[in-house]
């Protein structure tokens, strides 16, 4: 197995964590308004090179989330990622931030007692937009990501089939004008470094690598919102 160091930047909550053979052994975080966290990215990825250091544990590869998500967090933390990587001659993975948020909900307990449900992980936009996927419980993708402009049928022809767990910073909102009754919602689900281990690790050992001169993230710009269509 891997020693991983993650970094996480996509929303305000900044976090920094390190896996060992499937294990978190260290894990900071620090939130502020609108990426805000980020500021303190420097000192949590030191103290966590100091960790490894003290404890002569030496770093496989380096894991960033690659957005959707906030601008600057976002450039904030792959350029903090590709100066490690650099500077210590590590491989790059790239983690998507809404599969990232699916992490922790899977640790949860759904509720099976219909069809298997869907997770959908959503990062809050403007008004009523998100940034929003579909997967199932093997993180499959069966609806891709985009900009969503939320109203009641957005999501309705996959919850008139089964289940849909919303959650993320996106889905409060979304609440009130999703009332089908397979909509689920789970509060408090946030992208952080410490969930990004399975995700991290299943791509090192598929020796799925970034080049780290050319990576960029998934910018929100980078998608078109997708208005919802009455259904007929």
């Given at each position: 197995?891997?020693?991983?160091?993650?970094?996480?930047?996509?929303?305000?909550?900044?976090?920094?964590?390190?896996?060992?053979?499937?294990?978190?052994?260290?894990?900071?975080?620090?939130?502020?308004?609108?990426?805000?966290?980020?500021?303190?990215?420097?000192?949590?990825?030191?103290?966590?090179?100091?960790?490894?250091?003290?404890?002569?544990?030496?770093?496989?590869?380096?894991?960033?989330?690659?957005g959707p998500g906030s601008y600057t967090g976002l450039?904030?933390?792959?350029?903090?990622?590709?100066?490690?990587?650099?500077?210590?001659?590590?491989?790059?993975?790239?983690?998507?931030?809404?599969?990232?948020?699916?992490?922790?909900?899977?640790?949860?307990?759904?509720?099976?007692?219909?069809?298997?449900?869907?997770?959908?992980?959503?990062?809050?936009?403007?008004?009523?937009?998100?940034?929003?996927?579909?997967?199932?419980?093997?993180?499959?993708?069966?609806?891709?990501?985009?900009?969503?402009?939320?109203?009641?049928?957005?999501?309705?022809?996959?919850?008139?089939?089964?289940?849909?767990?919303?959650?993320?910073?996106?889905?409060?909102?979304?609440?009130?004008?999703?009332?089908?009754?397979?909509?689920?919602?789970i509060e408090g689900v946030e992208p952080l470094a410490?969930?990004?281990?399975?995700?991290?690790?299943?791509?090192?050992?598929?020796?799925?690598?970034?080049?780290?001169?050319?990576?960029?993230?998934?910018?929100?710009?980078?998608?078109?919102?997708?208005?919802?269509?009455?259904?007929?």
């Amino acid at each position: 197995m891997a020693c991983i160091l993650h970094i996480e930047t996509s929303t305000n909550a900044c976090s920094v964590a390190v896996s060992e053979d499937g294990q978190c052994i260290f894990e900071q975080t620090e939130r502020g308004d609108k990426g805000a966290g980020a500021e303190h990215l420097g000192t949590m990825v030191d103290e966590a090179l100091s960790f490894t250091d003290n404890h002569a544990i030496p770093f496989d590869a380096v894991s960033v989330s690659c957005g959707p998500g906030s601008y600057t967090g976002l450039r904030i933390g792959v350029s903090m990622a590709k100066g490690i990587c650099y500077g210590r001659d590590l491989k790059l993975i790239a983690v998507q931030t809404l599969q990232l948020l699916c992490v922790p909900v899977l640790l949860r307990e759904l509720d099976t007692d219909t069809k298997e449900p869907l997770l959908c992980p959503m990062l809050d936009a403007r008004r009523m937009e998100v940034y929003a996927a579909l997967y199932d419980r093997s993180l499959k993708e069966v609806r891709p990501v985009s900009a969503d402009v939320v109203d009641a049928d957005t999501y309705r022809p996959w919850l008139d089939e089964r289940p849909i767990y919303f959650f993320g910073n996106g889905a409060a909102k979304c609440m009130a004008t999703i009332n089908h009754p397979n909509a689920r919602y789970i509060e408090g689900v946030e992208p952080l470094a410490k969930w990004m281990q399975p995700l991290a690790e299943k791509r090192f050992l598929n020796g799925q690598f970034e080049d780290v001169a050319y990576f960029e993230p998934f910018y929100l710009k980078d998608f078109i919102a997708i208005k919802p269509k009455k259904l007929l």
